[in-house]
């Protein structure tokens, strides 16, 4: 007798989404299903299984969109540090990297010490590790 198994994503790690941030991020994927269907597929699948909470409660050492997020590539060792944004502010060249890219759909919702799969945009599988979590200042004046 086969069991069906008890939870489909058990190697997927627990995200959080910021209920402010939630209808533009799926209007995003909806947009990019002509362009990119398997990156909007996916994205929307993650916001499917994401807790959502009102942003007030939105934990600090979760990421979400203006995070500032180091993670180590277990892979290779090396760590990387990024800023989570909308794709209309996305500089690969500052270190801003937009939701809409594999590495950005991978990356909403984490928290701190979650390791996750990432699928890179060569088909190469990589385990990454979320080492730090912070907010993005609000301004840069007094």
Do not use: C
Request: charged share 25%.
């Amino acid at each position: 007798m086969t069991q069906a198994p008890s939870k489909p994503h058990t190697d997927q790690p627990h995200i959080v989404i910021n209920a402010d941030e939630l209808i533009h991020i799926e209007a995003l994927a909806e947009g990019a299903f002509s362009r990119n269907p398997a990156l909007a597929d996916r994205l929307l699948e993650e916001l499917g299984r994401a807790q959502v909470v009102p942003s007030e409660q939105m934990p600090q050492d979760v990421i979400g969109i203006g995070s500032h997020v180091t993670f180590r590539d277990e892979a290779t060792g090396q760590e990387r540090a990024v800023t989570l944004i909308y794709p209309e502010e996305a500089d690969i060249a500052l270190q801003r990297v937009s939701v809409m890219t594999p590495i950005g759909v991978a990356l909403l919702g984490l928290t701190e010490g979650a390791a996750f799969h990432w699928d890179t945009r060569n088909s190469q599988r990589r385990m990454l590790t979320v080492l730090r979590v912070e907010d993005a200042p609000e301004s840069d004046s007094p």
